[in-house]
């Protein structure tokens, strides 16, 4: 049997949190090495393990694996969650594109001071509300299936329902005014893969707090 993936960063969510989640939704075990010294990451860049010198990296099918993106791409499509043709796949992208910059505003958020913190979540849910919800909730409207892409449970629904939850942590209410995208949620979060690691105990990450904000700014050396 191949070897369990080997997820390497620091223990939040950050980047690497839509990884874990497409591979708990793909059914798929995992490994996780958390970098919590600056020397840590400092082997494994000196080992050549990081392409650019950067997490998230992921081991996997004898490859490491760096580059966000491409890792949630490689696993979309290896686990049959990437469509079934390229139109397909190119709305996936799309669809997860705006979610992942709406993901990384709140990943962004708790680096900075205080004062500018406040004015950033406020933005956050402004910009879920109106640039990023209402287009999800219309894409549901209009084709009437219970998945984003293809009739057919994708990459996109997955990280749907993460930044749902990682907007709802931030206004329980948020989303009170799109009922299609509450009925997605209830939806996508029963699926048995998703419902497990909805579970206390999963490798999910809870929201970044402040002892992953230093371990962070001391492993990557952000001041
Ligand atoms: O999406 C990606 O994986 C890359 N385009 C960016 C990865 C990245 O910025 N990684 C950070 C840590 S995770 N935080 O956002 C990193 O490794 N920073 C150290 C550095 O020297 O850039």
Known sequence: MAAK??????????RMESIRWLLAAAGVEFEEEFLETREQYEKLQKDGRLLFGQVPLVEIDGMLLTQTRAILSYLAAKYNLYGKDLKERARIDMYTDGTQDLMMMIAGTPFKAPKEKEES?????????????????????????????????????????????????????????????????????????????????SQRKPPTDAKQIEEAKKAFKIQ
């Open 5 to 14: 993936p080997k997820l390497y960063y620091f223990k939040g969510r950050g």
């Open 121 to 201: 979540y406020a933005l956050i849910v402004s910009r879920a509300k109106t640039r990023y919800f209402p287009v999800f909730e219309k894409i549901l409207k209009d084709h009437g299936e219970a998945f984003l892409v293809g009739n057919q449970l994708s990459w996109a629904d997955i990280q749907l329902l993460e930044a749902i939850l990682m907007v709802e942590e931030l206004n329980a209410p948020v989303l009170s005014d799109f009922p299609l995208l509450q009925a997605f949620k209830s939806r996508i979060s029963s699926l048995p893969n998703v419902k497990k690691f909805l579970q206390p105990g």
